[in-house]
T-cell receptor, first 113, second 112 residues
Framework: DGGITQSPKYLFRKEGQNVTLSCEQN?????MYWYRQDPGQGLRLIYY???????QKGDIAEGYSVSREKKESFPLTVTSAQKNPTAFYLCASSPDRGGTEAFFGQGTRLTVV | GNSVTQMEGPVTLSEEAFLTINCTYT??????LFWYVQYPGEGLQLLLKATKADDKGSNKGFEATYRKETTSFHLEKGSVQVSDSAVYFCALTKYNTDKLIFGTGTRLQVFP
């Protein structure tokens, strides 16, 4: 079945450590996105990519980094520079550049301990 | 800039009640409009969409009509079920833009 796979579902990190969240899609979509969701809040865009080897900052990119070396993969690294990293992270993809719906993964819940 | 505003929750209803969740938007031109649903601990799923004025999106008993004159896309369902309890997000996007813009979400709680 086609879809978006995020892993792991739950992740614990010690303060000061970097951690990488995986996102893989087999939908052959060009665009991929990372969102952050905090309790009781909407989704905030971290980074997005419209094409391989290219990506742009979203609204809250500080303390995060991404790569897009392959069309199907868009990993997100939460660095130690991110002051408040505990959140629910959602990866999404869409077929083209806007105008169509996005498809979401099941999310990764990151907790800093 | 483009934005989406939806009513704050939680919305609390009894089973079989009528549901309305308001959503208004600000955008130039002709955005596409969406409703997504998020069940606890999961990602978002597309519920319905409309791509031009006066279009009605519908799915699983939910409906929303794209009203350009009032810049609205209100979500409705005639008879809610306990299983509809979730968070509902209104969103927009425009062709050849880079983002899907979300509202803050509205939590729906349906009690038996």
């Amino acid at each position: 079945d086609g879809g978006i796979t995020q892993s792991p579902k739950y992740l614990f990190r010690k303060e000061g450590q970097n951690v990488t969240l995986s996102c893989e899609q087999n939908l052959n979509h060009d665009a991929m996105y990372w969102y952050r969701q905090d309790p009781g809040q909407g989704l905030r865009l971290i980074y997005y990519s419209q094409i391989v080897n290219d990506f742009q900052k979203g609204d809250i990119a500080e303390g995060y980094s991404v790569s897009r070396e392959k069309k199907e993969s868009f990993p997100l690294t939460v660095t130690s520079a991110q002051k408040n990293p505990t959140a629910f992270y959602l990866c999404a993809s869409s077929p083209d550049r806007g105008g169509t719906e996005a498809f979401f993964g099941q999310g990764t819940r990151l907790t800093v301990v | 800039g483009n934005s989406v505003t939806q009513m704050e929750g939680p919305v609390t209803l009894s089973e079989e009640a009528f549901l309305t969740i308001n959503c208004t938007y600000t955008a130039t031109g002709y955005p596409s409009l969406f409703w997504y649903v998020q069940y606890p601990g999961e990602g978002l799923q597309l519920l319905l969409k409309a791509t031009k004025a006066d279009d009605k999106g519908s799915n699983k008993g939910f409906e929303a009509t794209y009203r350009k004159e009032t810049t609205s896309f209100h979500l409705e369902k005639g008879s809610v079920q306990v299983s509809d309890s979730a968070v509902y997000f209104c969103a927009l996007t425009k062709y050849n833009t880079d983002k899907l813009i979300f509202g803050t979400g509205t939590r729906l709680q349906v009690f038996p």
